[in-house]
């Protein structure tokens, strides 16, 4: 099984809605990461979050870490196109071990 | 400017056969990351490079796969008499200096490896 359980796998919703994506763990972790994949272009980094409690923003995408350090969500408001693709949450589990989600697929429909 | 680069983007091979993936990371950056991503599944950590040296080998499959670093840049993959299970993207990455640190990691966009 995952370290990381991600949910949900695949999204599909209307341009203009909101919608969020988690990403857990039962372990508590030294680092959350967020990614985004387009096939063909590679892993875009998103954000980095360390602190339990922290909260960034970019855009329209703000990104949770929970006080315990083992869950994060990744929130998207008024969804557009461009923000179709695969999100991938990753992980330092320890100071030398990094894991990923299985990802969760967005489609976004005009 | 310049981003992490692999090669071939596609590979399309027969079981048995052996297959080179190679990766060029950001020009400075001493951390090289392998992964591997099969359908449906999270991306699998294969091993990791500081320098020319790679203290985690950990994840590597079998010893049908291996990897080298050289002069701290370029990297390969290579697997050897490849399993149709093999099929998966293969995605390096790099990062200045490494996991203990905790910097950000930059990804190629991949290869993706077909056994058939």
């Known amino acids: 099984s995952q370290e990381l359980e991600q949910s949900p796998q695949s999204l599909i919703v209307q341009e203009g809605k909101n919608l969020t994506i988690n990403c857990t763990s039962s372990k508590t972790l030294y680092g959350l990461y967020w990614y985004k994949q387009k096939y063909g272009e590679g892993l875009i980094f998103l954000m980095m979050l360390q602190k339990g409690g922290e909260e960034k923003s970019h855009e329209k995408i703000t990104a949770k870490l929970d006080e315990k350090k083992q869950q994060s969500s990744l929130h998207i408001t008024a969804s557009q196109p461009s923000h179709a693709g695969i999100y991938l949450c990753?992980?330092?589990?320890?100071?030398?071990?990094?894991?990923f989600g299985a990802g969760t697929r967005l489609t976004v429909k005009p | 400017g310049a981003g992490v680069s692999q090669s071939p983007s596609n590979k399309v091979t027969e079981k048995g056969k052996d297959v080179e993936l190679r990766c060029d990371p950001i020009s400075g950056h001493t951390a090289l990351y392998w992964y591997r991503q099969s359908l449906g599944q999270g991306l699998e950590f294969l091993i990791y490079f500081q320098g020319n040296s790679a203290p985690d080998k950990s994840g590597l499959p079998s010893d049908r796969f291996s990897a080298e670093r050289t002069g701290g840049s370029v990297s390969t993959l290579t697997i050897q008499r490849t399993q149709q299970e093999d099929s998966a993207v293969y995605l390096c990455?790099?990062?200045?200096w490494g996991p203990g640190s905790r910097d950000e990691q930059f990804f190629g966009p991949g290869t993706r490896l077909t056994v058939l």
């Open positions: 990455a790099s990062s200045l």
């Open positions: 990753g992980a330092d589990m320890s100071p030398n071990d990094m894991r």
